[in-house]
């Protein structure tokens, strides 16, 4: 990797390291070099992303409940949006990962990963109070860009609504696994006690079912 480039991701992260190896560390994966990865790193991340979002919610949104804080931290801190952060700074092109962990849901765990371990390097070189400005920098930029959605998913929705009438919560099955560039994902979603069966498509699994249940939410008798 070059110098320009880890100059380019570090002035996106807003931090430059004192101590290029915490940064060195942050970007290996364990396929690339097993005694230098950045798995420990990953773990002290997960944490301090967890602690910074829930202290931003708890600083700037006086009026949201507890079960509303919960609810929008789980949106901010899940895969999807660590990766869309990954992305937004051009992490990818600069992980040390053996080439097969370079494809599908494999690499965007990678990335996820590779930027909690990002955000904990960046609190061993400079401190809680860096890491915490600059995990509040970045999932502030997904909220104002509109990348994080902070309502309900369907599949909650959808639980919530049959809960609320003693009804069980729906089964779901995957038809078929989805192909890069080829074809998506198909999932059936079942509430045999209305007799309703919906089949949503989408990039992953978990897009797939969130579709089944929108499509399952909408035949619901109200």
Known sequence: MSSSSIDALQAKLGHHFTDARLLLRALTHKSFDPRQS?????????????????????????????????????GLVCHESLVKIAVNIGLARLLRVSETFR??????????????????????????????????????????????????????SLQEFLQARAIP??????????????????????????????TGTGGNRKQAEKDAAAKAMALCPR
Do not use: W
Request: charged fraction near 25%; hydrophobic fraction near 40%; glycine fraction near 6%.
């Open 169 to 198: 919560v729906p089964a779901y099955e995957l038809l078929t696994k989805g192909e890069p560039g080829k074809r998506p994902f198909a999932v059936t979603c079942s509430i045999p006690r209305l007799n309703i069966q919906s």
């Open 103 to 156: 494809g599908g849901r494999s690499r965007e765990s990678i990335l996820s990963d590779a930027l909690e371990a990002l955000f904990a390097a960046v609190q061993l070189d400079a401190g809680h109070e860096k890491a915490k400005q600059l995990v509040e920098v970045h999932i502030l930029a997904l909220l104002e860009s509109g990348q994080v959605e902070l309502s309900k998913d369907p599949k909650t």
């Open 38 to 74: 950045n798995e420990r790193l990953e773990f002290l991340g997960d944490s301090i992303v967890n602690y910074c979002v829930a202290d931003m919610l708890h600083r700037r949104y006086e009026a949201l409940s507890e079960g509303e804080m919960s609810r929008i931290r789980a």
